[in-house]
C-alpha cells in the first residue's frame, strides 16, 4: 500500500511538473495542431470526392442470384465502379472469390451471402491494404443499403475485414453520432489530421515520465528518494502512470481542442475513451522499452522523437492510409499508430465502441508486454549498477 | 565561531520529533540502541564495480551529536560509501547498521532514520522551494499540519523561509545548495549524510551551510560529512577519515591524523605560466621532497618541518623560479594526505 501511496505521489509530482513547464507544453501541443493546420489544408484534395487512384481496385464480387439484398448492393458496387474507385469482376462461389484474391487477379473481393443480413457481408481481402480499406468502406455503404432492403440490421456498423470474416451482427441500440443528415459526419483532412498527429505526438506525451525518470537518476533525486525508502519497483510504478496521466490528458485536450478549432468529431465518448485508454498505454510502453537503451536525457529525447516520427510516417500519421504504397500499407499493419489511427478514424464515421474493441485490445497488450519488458531491462541495468 | 553555538539555539529537530512521536517518544521505537551508541556502524565495506575496487574494508562509527569527515580526492570512494549505507548500491562485502538496523536485513527501518543530501542538486527547478519539500516530505509520509511545520522549519534552519514560494530555478547556486540540505532534514533523521554539501557555492552561502550543519550536531544529529575542501572538514569535524583509492589510510580525531604528518610543514607558492617550462618532475627529484601542482599552486611537503623550507627556496631560487606569495603552513590533513600518498587532495 505504501509503494502505491509513493507511486501515486511520484505521478502526480510529474503531472504537476509537466504542467508547470508552460514551454514544453506549448510545444507539445502547438506542433500537432499546426502540422493538424497545414496538412489538413493542403492535403484536403486527397479527401475530396473528386480524389481517384491512378487505376481502379480489381475488385470480386459474388451475389447470389435472387437475394433480397442483391439490387441494393449492385447500386452500390455499380456507383463506386462508375465513380472510377474499383473495377468489378463478377464470380461464382465465395471460394472462387478467394482463390482470386491469393492468386492475385483482384485485389479485393466481397461476398454477399445467401442468408444476408442474418449472415454479416464478407470482405476477402489482406488486411490493412489500401483495397481492403476501399471495400471495406463500399461494404458498408452496401450493408446499409442491402440491409434496409431486406429489411434487417442497422446501419452505420463496422464491417471487420480479414480473410473470411464474419463480423457479429451490430449489437441492438448501439449507435454512433450522427451527423445533420442522420448520418455520420464526414472524416475529412482536418479529421484525419487531428488523429494523424494527435498518434504522433501522443509518445512525446508520455515520454514526460521517463524521462523525468532518467533525469532523477542523473541529478541525485533518485537516490534521495530510494534512500528515503522508496523502492524501485515503486518508483517505476510512479513513472510509469505519471506518464500515462500526461498522455491521457494530452489525448483530452487534442480532442478539445481540435473540436473547437476545427470542428472535428471524435465520436462516440466510450469508445474513445476506451481507444484512448489502450493507446496512451501503449504509447508508454514504447517509452518504457528506451529505458532499456536510452539511460540520458539527452539519447533518450532524441531517440524518442525520432522514433515517434518514424512510427507516425509507417502508420499514416503523415500520408494518408488510402493513398499508401503497397509496401508501406502491409508494413503498416504492425504499427501500433495504424491501430490507433484506425480505431479514431471508425469512431470518426460513426462506429461504436465495439468497433474499437480490438484495436483498444491490441493496444493494451502491446503496452502491457512493452512495460513488462522496459521494467525487466531497467531492472537488469540497475543490478549491472551494483544497486540494491 | 564555535562559542555562538549552543544546542538551544536550534529550534527544531530534537523538539520536533519529540512532538510527532518520533524516535524521541513512547510508542514502538524505531532505533533500538541508546543514544550514546553509534547511530551509524559501518565494518568492512567493500564494493567493486566489474574488476574495479571502489571502496574496500571501510569501517568507521559515527555517534550522535558528531560530526564525522569522510575525507578524500575525487574517485576516492566517499560517494560510493555514501550511496552503500544510503541503501541504494548493494555491498559485495561487510555490513551497515543505522540506529541498530542492519542494512541487510532491516534496510526500510535503517533508511527511515536517515536524511540524505547528495553531491548532486536533488531538486526539480520548476517546481518552488516549498513545493520541492511537499513532495519528498509526502514520499516520507509526512502530511498535513506536521508535514508543514517541518517544511518551515527546516527551510527556516537554512535561511530560506522567505524563499519558500519562489521557484528553485530562480535560485542562486548557493540557495539551491542549501535546499538541497533542507530536504534532507525532513523527518528529523538521526543520521544525515553529507556529500560534498558545498561544492561550488559562494563564501557567504558556505558560511551559512557550515553553521547550520554545526547546529544540527549540536541539536543531536549524527552527520557523515564528506568533502575535499579540508578546511571544512577541520571546521566541522572532531573525528576524520581519508580515503584514497577505496581505502581508508588515515582515521581518529582530528588532532591524532594531523599528528600523522609528523613534523611535516607544507611550502605553497603560485605556480603560473610563467614557470610553464619548468617541469615540476624535475624540481621534485632536485628538491627530494614531495610537490603537487594543482589550481596554479606548487605545494612542496617538506617532511622534516619547517627547518628543510632554506633548502628547497634555495633550489627554487636557482631555478628561476620567482617566489612571490610564497606561505609556509604547519600540518593540516592537506599535509597528510600528501605525506601519506604523495598527492594533493584536489586531484
Given at each position: 500500500m505504501t509503494g502505491l501511496r509513493q507511486a501515486a505521489i511520484i505521478a502526480a509530482n510529474q503531472l504537476l511538473r509537466f504542467v508547470l513547464d508552460w514551454h514544453g507544453v506549448l510545444i507539445l501541443f502547438l506542433l500537432p495542431l499546426a502540422f493538424n493546420l497545414v496538412l489538413g489544408v493542403s492535403l484536403r484534395q486527397a479527401f475530396s470526392p473528386e480524389y481517384r487512384p491512378e487505376r481502379p481496385y480489381r475488385v470480386g464480387v459474388v451475389i447470389p442470384a435472387g437475394?433480397?439484398?442483391?439490387?441494393?448492393?449492385?447500386?452500390?458496387?455499380?456507383?463506386?465502379?462508375?465513380?472510377?474507385?474499383?473495377?468489378?469482376?463478377?464470380?461464382?462461389?465465395?471460394?472462387?472469390?478467394?482463390t482470386a484474391v491469393r492468386q492475385r487477379r483482384v485485389e479485393a473481393a466481397l461476398v454477399l451471402p445467401a442468408r444476408f443480413p442474418r449472415e454479416p457481408l464478407r470482405v476477402i481481402a489482406e488486411p490493412g491494404t489500401v483495397p481492403a480499406s476501399v471495400v471495406e468502406t463500399l461494404a458498408r455503404e452496401a450493408a446499409v443499403a442491402g440491409s434496409g432492403a431486406a429489411g434487417g440490421a442497422a446501419p452505420g456498423q463496422p464491417v471487420p475485414m480479414d480473410i473470411a470474416i464474419r463480423p457479429a451482427p451490430p449489437p441492438v441500440g448501439e449507435q454512433g453520432p450522427v451527423g445533420a443528415g442522420g448520418s455520420p459526419p464526414p472524416v475529412d483532412a482536418m479529421a484525419y489530421y487531428a488523429a494523424g498527429m494527435a498518434v504522433m505526438m501522443i509518445y512525446l506525451a508520455t515520454r514526460?515520465?521517463?524521462?523525468?525518470?532518467?533525469?532523477?537518476?542523473?541529478?541525485?533525486?533518485?537516490?534521495?528518494?530510494?534512500?528515503?525508502?522508496?523502492?524501485?519497483a515503486a518508483y517505476l510504478l510512479g513513472t510509469f502512470l505519471g506518464s500515462m496521466a500526461v498522455g491521457l490528458i494530452f489525448m483530452g485536450v487534442m480532442a478539445l481542442v481540435t473540436r473547437g478549432l476545427f470542428g472535428v468529431h471524435w465520436g462516440h465518448l466510450g469508445g474513445w475513451?476506451?481507444?484512448?485508454?489502450?493507446?496512451?498505454?501503449?504509447?508508454?510502453?514504447?517509452?518504457?522499452?528506451?529505458?532499456?537503451?536510452?539511460?540520458?536525457?539527452?539519447?533518450?529525447?532524441?531517440?524518442?522523437i525520432a522514433l515517434a516520427q518514424l512510427l507516425a510516417f509507417l502508420g499514416g500519421s503523415m500520408m494518408p492510409l488510402f493513398i499508401f504504397p503497397e509496401i508501406l500499407a502491409r508494413i503498416s499493419r504492425f504499427i501500433p499508430n495504424r491501430w490507433m489511427l484506425d480505431g479514431y478514424l471508425q469512431l470518426m464515421a460513426g462506429a461504436g465502441p465495439a468497433a474499437v474493441r480490438d484495436e483498444s485490445l491490441r493496444l493494451a497488450a502491446v503496452g502491457v508486454g512493452l512495460v513488462a519488458l522496459g521494467w525487466a531491462a531497467d531492472r537488469l541495468l540497475a543490478r549491472a549498477a551494483g544497486e540494491g | 565561531m564555535t562559542a555562538r553555538l549552543h544546542p538551544n539555539d536550534v529550534a527544531g529537530p530534537d523538539?520536533?520529533?519529540?512532538?510527532?512521536?518520533?524516535?524521541?517518544?513512547?510508542?514502538?521505537?524505531?532505533?533500538?540502541?541508546?543514544?550514546?551508541?553509534?547511530?551509524?556502524?559501518?565494518?568492512?565495506?567493500?564494493?567493486?564495480?566489474?574488476?574495479?575496487?571502489?571502496?574496500?574494508?571501510?569501517?568507521?562509527?559515527?555517534?550522535?551529536?558528531?560530526?564525522?569527515?569522510?575525507?578524500?580526492?575525487?574517485?576516492?570512494?566517499?560517494?560510493?560509501?555514501?550511496?552503500?549505507?544510503?541503501?541504494?548500491?548493494?555491498?559485495?562485502?561487510?555490513?551497515?547498521?543505522?540506529?541498530?538496523?542492519?542494512?541487510?536485513?532491516?534496510?526500510?527501518?535503517?533508511?527511515?532514520?536517515?536524511?540524505?543530501?547528495?553531491?548532486?542538486?536533488?531538486?526539480?527547478?520548476?517546481?518552488?522551494?516549498?513545493?520541492?519539500?511537499?513532495?519528498?516530505?509526502?514520499?516520507?509520509?509526512?502530511?498535513?499540519?506536521?508535514?508543514?511545520?517541518?517544511i518551515a522549519e527546516a527551510l527556516r534552519l537554512v535561511g530560506l523561509a522567505e524563499h519558500a514560494g519562489q521557484r528553485v530555478e530562480r535560485f542562486s547556486g548557493g540557495m539551491k545548495r542549501r535546499l538541497n540540505i533542507a530536504i534532507g532534514l525532513l523527518g528529523w533523521p538521526r543520521l544525515l549524510l553529507l556529500d560534498e554539501p558545498t561544492v561550488g557555492i559562494d563564501p557567504q552561502s558556505r558560511r551559512h551551510i557550515l553553521e547550520a550543519i554545526r547546529k544540527l550536531a549540536a541539536s543531536g544529529i549524527a552527520v557523515l560529512y564528506t568533502s575535499h575542501y579540508m578546511e571544512e572538514v577541520?571546521?566541522?569535524?572532531?573525528?576524520?577519515?581519508?580515503?584514497?583509492?577505496?581505502?581508508?589510510?588515515?582515521?581518529?580525531?582530528?588532532?591524532?591524523?594531523?599528528?600523522?604528518?609528523?613534523?611535516?610543514?607544507?611550502?605553497?607558492?603560485?605556480?603560473?605560466?610563467?614557470h610553464g617550462d619548468v617541469d615540476p618532475e624535475t624540481v621534485a627529484r632536485r628538491l627530494g621532497v614531495p610537490v603537487e601542482v594543482t589550481g596554479g599552486e606548487a605545494r612542496f611537503l617538506l617532511p622534516q618541518g619547517p627547518e628543510q623550507a632554506a633548502p628547497v627556496v634555495g633550489e627554487l631560487v636557482r631555478l628561476g623560479i620567482p617566489l612571490r606569495g610564497m606561505r609556509l603552513e604547519t600540518p593540516d590533513l592537506e599535509t597528510v594526505f600528501l605525506a601519506l600518498t604523495g598527492r594533493a587532495l584536489r586531484d
Open positions: 437475394q433480397e439484398a442483391a439490387p441494393a448492393v449492385e447500386q452500390v458496387l455499380a456507383a463506386g465502379e462508375a465513380d472510377g474507385w474499383v473495377h468489378i469482376e463478377r464470380y461464382a462461389s465465395g471460394e472462387a472469390a478467394l514526460e515520465g521517463t524521462k523525468a525518470y532518467v533525469t532523477d537518476r542523473g541529478t541525485g533525486v533518485y537516490l534521495r528518494v530510494r534512500a528515503g525508502g522508496v523502492s524501485h475513451m476506451l481507444l484512448t485508454l489502450g493507446a496512451t498505454l501503449a504509447a508508454t510502453g514504447v517509452n518504457a522499452l528506451l529505458l532499456g537503451f536510452a539511460r540520458s536525457p539527452e539519447v533518450q529525447e532524441g531517440v524518442s | 523538539e520536533t520529533a519529540r512532538r510527532r512521536g518520533g524516535p524521541e517518544s513512547e510508542g514502538p521505537p524505531l532505533r533500538p540502541g541508546p543514544d550514546h551508541q553509534p547511530v551509524l556502524v559501518v565494518r568492512n565495506l567493500d564494493k567493486r564495480f566489474g574488476e574495479k575496487v571502489a571502496v574496500h574494508g571501510v569501517s568507521f562509527t559515527v555517534k550522535p551529536g558528531e560530526t564525522f569527515g569522510l575525507l578524500g580526492p575525487n574517485g576516492a570512494g566517499k560517494s560510493t560509501t555514501l550511496a552503500v549505507i544510503a541503501g541504494l548500491l548493494r555491498p559485495d562485502g561487510g555490513e551497515v547498521e543505522v540506529g541498530g538496523f542492519s542494512l541487510a536485513t532491516r534496510r526500510r527501518d535503517a533508511q527511515r532514520l536517515m536524511g540524505v543530501v547528495p553531491q548532486d542538486l536533488a531538486l526539480y527547478p520548476e517546481l518552488t522551494a516549498a513545493q520541492n519539500m511537499a513532495h519528498f516530505a509526502a514520499l516520507r509520509g509526512l502530511r498535513g499540519p506536521e508535514g508543514r511545520r517541518q577541520e571546521f566541522l569535524c572532531r573525528r576524520v577519515a581519508i580515503m584514497d583509492h577505496g581505502r581508508i589510510i588515515a582515521q581518529g580525531p582530528l588532532d591524532e591524523v594531523r599528528a600523522l604528518a609528523g613534523d611535516a610543514a607544507l611550502l605553497r607558492l603560485p605556480w603560473d605560466q610563467v
